[in-house]
């Protein structure tokens, strides 16, 4: 995915995508790409986790993607996905 960043999907939003039809599965792997490829993208929303690292929603179309950016590994985390 270069220039971008790689993502790494997070056991619990891989629980959720496991539940999906093809469809929406193909959506919301192409909006983890695109989080990838705008890894400075703002979310509407954000907050600090536990650890301290700022964690951002992302809306796409029904679903919001929760994630934060580890920059130091050049990696999105995708924390939750929520349907809407």
Do not use: C
């Not at 700022?54 to 919001?64: K, L, R």
Request: proline content about 5%; glycine content about 6%.
């Amino acid at each position: 995915m270069s220039p971008g960043y790689d993502y790494v999907v997070e056991s619990a939003a891989i629980d959720f995508l496991a539940e999906l039809e093809p469809d929406e599965l193909r959506f919301l792997l192409g909006s983890f790409e695109w989080l990838a490829r705008k890894p400075n993208e703002p979310g509407i929303l954000s907050h600090h986790d536990r650890a301290g690292r700022a964690v951002q929603a992302h809306f796409f179309g029904s679903y919001t993607i929760v994630a934060w950016t580890d920059h130091a590994v050049r990696e999105v985390r995708i924390v939750e996905v929520i349907e809407d």
